[in-house]
């Protein structure tokens, strides 16, 4: 069965820093993309950043380019996405995602897609 546990989220002032982990069991870790996306309030599900795990490739949304930062530990089972400079904006519901179809590439439309996720961790950003 596949799982994914987000932790890390919580409350934070504008230009603060968070690290989101995301522990995922059920399918070879190694061998898939995965990635990153999240949901405001009123807002379309939005990629954050995927990592393609068997070759180090990774892809940003413009939005969080040059803040945010994503990795894994593959010992571990284990995804991150450290958040610098964060802003309101950012306030969210974060998500953890797999795609083990194998269809779906990061860097590409495996920003976007995701077959499996987990049950997300909130960030608020305050001003």
């Known amino acids: 069965e596949v799982q994914l546990v987000e932790s890390g989220g919580g409350l934070v002032q504008a230009g603060g820093s968070l690290r989101l982990s995301c522990a995922a069991s059920?399918?070879?870790?190694?061998?898939?993309?995965i990635g990153w996306f999240r949901q405001a309030p009123g807002k379309e599900r939005e990629g954050v950043s995927c990592?393609?795990?068997?070759?180090?490739?990774?892809d940003y949304a413009d939005s969080v380019k040059g803040r945010f930062i994503i990795s894994t530990d593959n010992a571990k089972n284990t995804a991150y996405l450290q958040m610098n400079r964060l802003e309101p904006e950012d306030t969210a519901v974060y998500y953890c995602?797999?795609?083990?179809?194998?269809?779906?590439?990061?860097?590409?439309?495996?920003?976007?897609?995701?077959?499996?996720w987990g049950q997300g961790t909130h960030v608020t950003v305050s001003t």
């Open positions: 995602g797999a795609n083990i179809t194998g269809i779906y590439t990061c860097p590409g439309d495996g920003l976007h897609v995701y077959d499996y």
């Open positions: 059920g399918f070879t870790f190694d061998r898939y993309p």
């Open positions: 990592i393609s795990i068997s070759d180090g490739r990774s």
